[in-house]
Nanobody
Framework: EVQLQASGGGLVQAGGSLRLSCAAS????????IGWFRQAPGKEREGVSA????????YYADSMKGRFTISSDNAKNTVYLQMNSLKPEDTAVYYC?????????????????WGQGTQVTVSS
């Protein structure tokens, strides 16, 4: 059974940090690029960051560069998203998703598997 288990969300004050985890199982992790998307209330889901499990290439949305860091532990089939200097506008449900191949694509429909999402709330 394919699973993407997102965790690590919570409530944090502005300027604080959180680390999200996405644990994958049921598919060949090294063949996929794992990405994070988020959806804020009343807004469309947007791409945040991604990492290629095969070569470690990373991708970031412009607004996250310098604040978010994505990493991967292939031995644990887990991707992490370290989020620093959080802002109230980062409040959203964060989802991880798996895309077959070594490059990321922001088109959600191309992703093969999705996790259930984890809530991040940043208070001002």
């Amino acid at each position: 059974e394919v699973q993407l288990q997102a965790s690590g969300g919570g409530l944090v004050q502005a300027g604080g940090s959180l680390r999200l985890s996405c644990a994958a199982s049921g598919f060949t992790f090294d063949d996929y690029t794992i990405g994070w998307f988020r959806q804020a209330p009343g807004k469309e889901r947007e791409g945040v960051s991604a990492i290629s499990s095969s070569d470690g290439s990373t991708y970031y949305a412009d607004s996250m560069k310098g604040r978010f860091t994505i990493s991967s532990d292939n031995a644990k089939n887990t991707v992490y998203l370290q989020m620093n200097s959080l802002k109230p506008e980062d409040t959203a449900v964060y989802y991880c998703a798996a895309l077959y191949g070594s490059s990321w694509n922001l088109i959600e429909d191309l992703h093969d598997y999705w996790g259930q999402g984890t809530q991040v709330t940043v208070s001002s």
